[in-house]
């Protein structure tokens, strides 16, 4: 073969070559297309949400939960929205506190969004307090404009003090 024949063919091999490093890199890459202002967003819907729970306000609640809102409990119990909101309206859950540590948020195309968190919480159920510290994820997606929470799910922590040792 000519040298005028091979250098076409070297060619062609390098440029499959960066095309094919191109793709891997892309298919790769983290599926996260959040932004600082869409994470903000969140962040302030998830507190005011928060917020509306400690007061026991159902309509705000009803407001920013999902239709198919699902609250799933450090013990394993899940409440689906009615119960949830008719337990809050009752008195039969009263949030005390609600304190949330170590908040990240990770947004996604600007409609779906995941807020992970420490949350120290105090509740009196039916007149029994409870103390706890949990992990915490919610899940939130965007829905007629609007930033609503479509699940919450909490997991017991042992020993907090411990864990955050661990971080540092």
């Avoid at 939960?65 to 929205?81: L, M, R």
């Amino acid at each position: 073969m000519s040298r005028n024949g091979l250098l076409p063919g070297v060619l062609f091999c390098a440029l499959v070559f960066v095309c094919a490093i191109s793709l891997a890199r892309l298919i790769a890459a983290p599926a996260r297309i959040g932004d600082a202002k869409t994470d903000q967003e969140v962040l302030k819907a998830d507190a005011d949400c928060n917020a509306a729970e400690l007061r026991g306000d159902i309509k705000a609640m009803d407001a920013c939960e999902t239709d198919d809102f699902t609250h799933t409990h450090a013990s394993g119990e899940v409440e689906y929205k009615p119960g949830y909101l008719k337990g809050v309206g009752s008195g039969e859950h009263k949030f005390l506190t609600l304190d949330k540590t170590d908040v990240h948020v990770r947004s996604y195309n600007g409609d779906s969004a995941v807020v992970e968190s420490h949350i120290h919480l105090r509740a009196n159920n039916s007149g029994r307090i409870a103390d706890v510290n949990n992990q915490l994820i919610t899940v939130w997606v965007k829905q007629q404009g609007k930033w609503r929470e479509a699940a919450w799910f909490a997991v017991g922590l042992r020993n907090p003090g411990a864990q955050a040792a661990e971080k540092k």
